[in-house]
């Protein structure tokens, strides 16, 4: 699935720029299509997220996963359709961005909930870090297929897409009999999602690594403007366009294999604000680069610093939040992630059509730096604690007095 999804969002964004600078646009006016394209996505998302955990929570998580990927396999057949017959325009583009965004507001809560339920806790880290190994493989590969199959034939990188989401719903149909978690609380929906809410901000852990991670990539997200520098800053063209996609994903990967074979288990919140750090840093010089090797280098630390962070975080997460209340939370957690990218996106190439490509970018690693001073500053929680252990009582909704007032 990630395969097909990464393929076509890669060529979306690249249709989408190309279609607006083919049309007279410069290149602020063409960044600020890539600007509404994010956003079209993220506000599906933002609408549906609280629903979404809700119906991960009360309805069969592996049905809701399938009919999420159907809608993207329609949503790539569709693409395919419109460029194999030179009809593909902005409006086409905009049109299946808002489907995508319904689409994975239901996915994220539904898959991120479901497993949990499949591997014993103990190995919860160990089974996100295999299953972030997958993920960027996905982020690696998807790319290339955009990208290089682009060159051959505009509408093939569609057509394998939606082959591929074929293929994950076969996968999702192989995962046996999940059972419904017990309701706790009141059985009211709105009231289930409110209690998801207050969860998330009652406990520190779960709600400052979320927001550490939504302002941080909010911030430094420079992925939608990688068509900008592969036509007009970098002059790499789409199988450039490919490497600087796939250059994250690379970095993701090494990290996520390393943490399989080594899970982290000490000072995790410390190492998770260093990793942001790092993040932010090599966004900056990335931003600054006009040399490929350079470009592609930065990238590759960008995608093992937000891994690291990201690793931390879902395994926080997840083992700090009971099971009756996963799918809300990760509807939360999903919704912040949106709002880094989809949003994110948004943010970045309406920067870039007010003060250009390159000072955005580097705008935003500052952003992420000045992020990490601050979020170091107010959650304490942060700084201080060492491993993933969860509090004997969840319901607490924050860590054990012990894991809080440890020292450095």
Same mark, same amino acid.
């Given at each position: 699935m990630t395969l097909a999804q990464y393929a076509m969002l890669l060529i979306i964004g690249w249709q989408t720029y190309n279609i607006a600078r083919d049309g007279g646009m410069s290149v602020g006016a063409a960044s600020g299509q890539l600007a509404l394209i994010g956003l079209l996505q993220f506000i599906p998302l933002f609408l549906l997220t609280p629903f979404s955990g809700l119906a991960a929570d009360r309805l069969n998580r592996r049905n809701v996963a399938r009919l999420t990927v159907l809608l993207q396999a329609i949503c790539a057949a569709i693409l395919a359709a419109l460029t194999w017959n030179d009809s593909i325009n902005l409006t086409g583009l905009f049109s299946v961005a808002v489907l995508l965004?319904?689409?994975?507001?239901?996915?994220? +809560?539904?898959? &991120?909930?479901? !497993?949990? =339920?499949?591997?014993?806790?103990?190995?919860?880290?160990?089974?996100?870090?295999? &299953? &972030?190994?997958?993920?960027? @493989?996905?982020? *690696?590969? %998807?790319?290339? *297929? #955009? #990208? /290089? $199959?682009?060159?051959?034939?505009?509408?093939?990188?569609?057509?394998?897409?939606?082959?591929?989401?074929?293929? &994950?719903? $076969?996968?999702? #149909?192989?995962? %046996?009999?999940?059972?419904?978690?017990?309701?706790?609380?009141?059985?009211? +929906? *709105? %009231?289930? *999602?409110?209690?998801?809410?207050? /969860? @998330?901000?009652? =406990?520190?852990? @779960?709600?400052?690594?979320?927001?550490?991670?939504? $302002?941080?990539?909010?911030?430094? #997200? !420079?992925?939608?403007?990688?068509?900008? /520098?592969?036509?007009?800053?970098?002059?790499? %063209? !789409?199988t450039g366009l490919s490497q600087l996609a796939a250059a994250p994903a690379v970095g993701a990967a090494i990290t996520a294999l390393w943490f399989s074979f080594r899970p982290l288990k000490t000072n995790v919140g410390p190492k998770m604000l260093w990793a942001v750090a790092i993040f932010g840093i090599a966004t900056i010089v990335f931003g600054l680069s006009k040399f490929m090797p350079l470009s592609l280098a930065m990238l590759f630390i960008v995608g093992a610093a937000d891994m690291f962070s990201v690793y931390i975080r879902q395994s926080l997460v997840q083992l700090h939040t009971p099971d009756d209340k996963r799918g809300r939370v990760s509807s939360v957690s999903l919704l912040t992630i949106s709002a880094s990218n989809e949003f994110g996106d948004f943010f970045s190439g309406t920067l870039a059509f007010f003060i250009g490509p390159v000072a955005a970018v580097v705008t935003g690693g500052m952003g992420a730096l000045a992020t990490v001073a601050l979020w170091s500053s107010i959650f304490p929680v942060l700084r201080n604690t060492r491993t993933f252990d969860p509090p004997d009582e969840l319901e607490g909704a924050e860590p054990p007095k012990e894991t809080q007032e440890q020292k450095l």
């Open positions: 965004g319904i689409a994975r507001a239901f996915a994220g +809560p539904a898959l &991120s909930a479901l !497993a949990p =339920n499949l591997v014993p806790k103990a190995i919860l880290p160990t089974a996100i870090a295999l &299953s &972030s190994i997958a993920w960027q @493989v996905g982020m *690696i590969v %998807g790319p290339a *297929i #955009g #990208g /290089y $199959f682009y060159v051959v034939d505009p509408a093939l990188p569609y057509m394998i897409s939606a082959g591929l989401f074929i293929v &994950s719903l $076969f996968a999702l #149909g192989m995962i %046996g009999h999940v059972p419904k978690p017990k309701r706790v609380g009141t059985d009211r +929906p *709105i %009231g289930q *999602i409110v209690d998801g809410l207050k /969860y @998330v901000i009652r =406990n520190k852990m @779960v709600f400052s690594t979320i927001t550490l991670d939504l $302002f941080a990539v909010f911030l430094a #997200g !420079a992925t939608a403007l990688f068509p900008v /520098y592969a036509r007009d800053v970098l002059q790499v %063209g !789409a």
